[in-house]
Structures are given as structure tokens and as C-alpha cells.
């Protein structure tokens, strides 16, 4: 697909346009206004793709739970084996359209790889994740980053009380979720292990809070999010701080996404499993 056409729906997603200009804009790319609605089903998720792991499985224990944060009660999605038996805990935070099918398999494959898998909806405030992605889209300008990770904060606690916790906490982001990650670890030093899929970057002044080991994944061709790069790690080593950055060649922001138009499955795969090799180092 054009390059042009991607670079101009990641603006879309992240609120960098209106639906009609970017419609407009599409339109102009692609020829005509039919070719742009055609181009439309392409772009967007198709989370038929999205079940890697069945949500039946029945190595699989799945539950609904909530939890009390400033202002809001939260919701998730706990995924782990069923054997009940005590092992770390990941939180997964979703990218800017809530706690959808894609969000929930990366949970079970999480927990398939013996962790305590831990999916927030940071929608839960506003009802929880609707069906529509675009209405979801919609929803995540009403949400603040800084209020944002102060109400994800409070899941480090909630696990570490969990009954099938050992207590060891790790965190992983994707898109919108990836520049959570970071805020967060400024403000969770309880969290031995933060993975951010192509996420914005916390200012430096922030920078020495970090108590976490990252592991920060970056796409080579999302220049809106690498250009804060350079920065953070001057910030991270200067401040003596634990990080491994891989940049993917060659890939989109969302790289990860496999029911999305910019899916690469090479770099998807490797990125997977580093992350989790860095888990499985960090929290047992």
C-alpha cells in the first residue's frame, strides 16, 4: 500500500485530522471518493484475524475483575492458566481504541507463557469498549495521559494482592498504550519490567523515577513517534537507567497489530519474542 496512505491514516487514528479531512485527503491519494471507501475495509482492523488463542481454551482461566482507581473504578480482562498455582503478572494496555478482541488474545498468549495476564479497559469510565472502533477512537479524547497512568498505577497494588501472584509486576503498551507505559514506570517503581511497542516518549526531567528494566520497540518508518528517540535515551543513560531499544526496518507504527493493515509478521514475531525472553528474565 502507498506509504502516503499509511502515513495519512496514523494521523487520522491519533486525532492529527478530522474523519472528513481525512476522507478528503484519502480520496485525493487514491483517485476518487469511491476508490477511498473502498480503501476503507483495508485499513481499519479485522478482528476476525483476532483469535490466535481461543478464548475457550481450556488450558485457560479467564475472569472479568475490577479494580479502584483516583476517580474510577476500572475493569480488565485476567487471563492465566488454570492451574491456579502462584507466577508474575503482566499488565497489558491497549492501543487508542480500548480493550477490543485483538487486546484480549495478546492477554491469553500472555498467559499461555505463564504469566498473570492483566488487560485493562481504560474506557471502563465511560462505559467500557464499544464495538465500533471508530467510536472508540472517538472516546480517547476525553481521556488525559497524566490521569490516564495515574489510574493504571493502582493495578501494580491490586495484583500484587492477588492470590496468584508472587508479586514480581511487568507492563506492556502498544501504540497509545506504549506511551502509557512510560508514564506509568515514572510513577509504579514497584514494576520490575516495562516493554513499550512504538509509544511516545516520558520528557527527561521524569526520566529519573524510572525504576523498571524497559524494553522499548520502535518502527522505522513512524517518524511522529522516533522522533523523540534520541532524547529519552539520553535521559535513560544519563540517568543510569536499564533499556534495550530495538528499531524494526522497513515497518509501520503498529507493526504488532496482526488484524491490521500495517501488520508485519517478521517483525511482529521477534519483537514477541523478545519480549518475552525480557519478561521471563526480569520477573522470576
Not at 158 to 163: D, P
Request: aromatic residues 8%.
Amino acid at each position: 500500500m502507498d506509504q502516503r496512505i499509511i502515513d495519512l491514516y496514523d494521523r487520522f487514528t491519533h486525532g492529527g485530522i478530522s474523519r472528513r479531512e481525512f476522507l478528503d485527503r484519502l480520496a485525493g491519494l487514491a483517485g476518487s471518493t469511491a476508490a477511498a471507501v473502498a480503501l476503507l475495509p483495508l485499513l481499519q482492523n479485522d478482528y476476525a484475524k483476532a483469535a490466535i488463542v481461543d478464548p475457550a481454551d481450556p488450558r485457560l482461566a479467564i475472569d472479568t475483575v475490577s479494580y479502584e482507581a483516583p476517580g474510577a473504578t476500572i475493569s480488565g480482562y485476567l487471563a492465566r492458566l488454570n492451574d491456579r498455582s502462584k507466577r508474575p503478572a503482566v499488565i497489558v494496555i491497549h492501543e487508542n481504541r480500548g480493550l477490543n478482541p485483538h487486546i484480549r488474545d495478546v492477554a491469553r498468549r500472555i498467559a499461555l507463557e505463564g504469566f498473570l495476564a492483566y488487560a485493562v479497559d481504560m474506557l471502563s469510565p465511560f462505559g467500557g469498549t464499544p464495538a465500533d472502533e471508530d467510536k472508540a477512537r472517538d472516546m480517547f479524547g476525553a481521556l488525559k495521559p497524566e490521569e490516564t497512568a495515574r489510574q493504571i498505577a493502582p493495578a501494580v497494588p491490586f495484583l500484587q494482592k492477588h492470590a496468584e501472584c508472587t508479586g514480581n509486576i511487568g507492563i506492556v503498551g502498544f501504540c497509545w498504550g506504549g506511551g502509557i507505559i512510560n508514564r506509568v514506570a515514572v510513577l509504579a517503581p514497584e514494576i520490575k519490567a516495562a516493554v513499550s511497542y512504538y509509544g511516545l516518549q516520558v520528557p527527561a526531567d521524569q526520566v529519573p523515577a524510572i525504576r523498571a528494566a524497559l524494553l522499548l520497540h520502535y518502527a522505522a518508518l513512524d517518524e511522529r513517534v522516533n522522533a523523540g528517540i534520541a532524547a529519552y535515551e539520553a535521559a535513560l543513560k544519563a540517568n543510569g537507567k536499564r533499556y534495550t531499544i530495538y528499531m524494526y526496518p522497513g515497518v509501520n507504527h503498529a507493526f504488532n497489530n496482526d488484524t491490521g493493515s500495517r501488520y508485519d509478521k517478521a517483525a511482529s514475531d521477534l519483537a514477541w519474542q523478545r519480549t518475552i525472553t525480557f519478561f521471563k528474565e526480569n520477573l522470576r
